[in-house]
């Protein structure tokens, strides 16, 4: 079926740089996008999200960026700190579906000092 | 505003039993879901519900029931629990409204572990 996936499991990067954590998504139909950061041991939480109508949208030291050509969703995170260690998802939704998600695998970030 | 509560935070079940998995929101949201999310995985859907007295099958749910009496509960149901069904479950809310830029988002429960040998 029609999903919504990542292409690295696991990013490493060094405290203070910027992270970039990419995400393909497969509907066309879908018209937004969600990314979520889950901590060990806790619920999804939300980061910031975007509508099919846009390509850029930005949040506190996070932005995401969708390219709708290439069916290709990203997070940046600015000034990568050890609190952003976490499991990233890319979700997708569509008008009229109830707010039903479809998540991706995740992408493991590890932030090193 | 508590969220979304789930309770047990974890359970160990032998296979053949059942239990319920409790979800309370109270945001007044109108929409409610169950997700399970196996190791190193995303969220599956397994049920959801779109107010009370109505609830849909989401992409896995073989093995489990719901009900939504009220708008702020939401219980899953597992009968005849099997090694499959150990994984973490997950219970979400969201707004039903059109209005605002963030309609989607769901908020979450801190889930249940459960495993079941």
């Known amino acids: 079926g029609e999903s919504v996936g990542l292409h690295l499991p696991t990013l490493s990067v060094q405290e203070g740089d910027n992270s970039i954590i990419n995400c393909a998504y497969s509907?066309?139909?879908?018209?937004?996008f969600i990314w979520y950061k889950q901590e060990s041991g806790k619920g999804p939480q939300f980061i910031i999200d975007?509508?099919?109508?846009?390509d850029k949208r930005q949040g506190q030291r996070v932005t995401v960026l969708l390219n709708k050509t290439v069916k290709h969703l990203s997070l940046q995170i600015a000034a990568t700190q050890p609190g952003d260690s976490a499991v990233y998802f890319c979700?997708?939704?569509?008008?009229?579906?109830?707010?039903?998600?479809?998540f991706g695998a995740g992408t493991r970030l590890a932030v090193h000092p | 505003n508590a969220g979304v509560t789930q309770t047990p935070k974890f359970r160990i079940l032998k296979i053949g039993q059942s239990m319920t998995l409790q979800c309370t929101q109270d945001?007044?949201?109108?929409?409610m879901y169950w997700y399970r999310q196996d190791p190193g995985m995303g969220l599956k859907l397994i049920y959801y519900?779109?107010?009370?007295?109505?609830?849909d099958k989401g992409e896995v749910p073989n093995g489990y029931n719901v009900s939504r009496s009220t708008t702020e509960d939401f219980p899953l149901r597992l009968e005849l629990a099997a090694p499959s069904q150990t994984s973490v479950y997950f219970c979400?809310?969201?707004?039903?409204?059109?209005?605002?830029?963030?309609?989607?988002?769901?908020?979450f429960g801190p889930g249940t572990r459960l495993t079941v040998l």
């Open positions: 979400a809310s969201s707004y039903s409204g059109s209005s605002g830029t963030r309609t989607h988002e769901q908020f």
């Open positions: 509907n066309s139909a879908s018209d937004y």
């Open positions: 975007i509508r099919s109508n846009m």
């Open positions: 979700a997708e939704s569509r008008t009229g579906g109830y707010n039903k998600l479809i």
């Open positions: 945001m007044n949201h109108n929409y």
């Open positions: 519900s779109v107010g009370a007295g109505i609830t």
